[in-house]
């Protein structure tokens, strides 16, 4: 099953930056490598924090997933 990772709605302006995108690669190859979610979402954090983007001063992005929740 591929993974459908997005932006959450708070953040879906950086889908259409180059940093966006590559984030989102980053979360989703980090998760296909089995990373947890937390994890992976903070490695795509680091890579907009590289690119110039102040995100880890307000805790970071938050990303969507299909997945299912272990609620």
């Known amino acids: 099953m591929q993974l459908n ?3 959450s709605p ?3 302006f950086f889908a259409d930056c180059e ?3 590559q984030a989102l690669d980053e ?6 490598r089995g990373i947890d979610h ?6 795509a954090s680091n890579v907009l924090q590289r690119a110039g983007y102040n995100v880890n ?3 970071g ?3 969507d997933t299909d997945e ?3 609620d």
Do not use: H, K
């Open 19 to 21: 940093a966006g995108i």
């Open 5 to 7: 990772a997005r932006f």
């Open 10 to 12: 708070s953040d879906a």
């Open 57 to 59: 001063a307000r805790g």
């Open 27 to 32: 979360y989703t190859t980090a998760r296909e």
């Open 38 to 43: 937390d994890q992976a979402t903070i490695m």
């Open 61 to 63: 992005v938050s990303i």
């Open 68 to 70: 299912p929740t272990d």
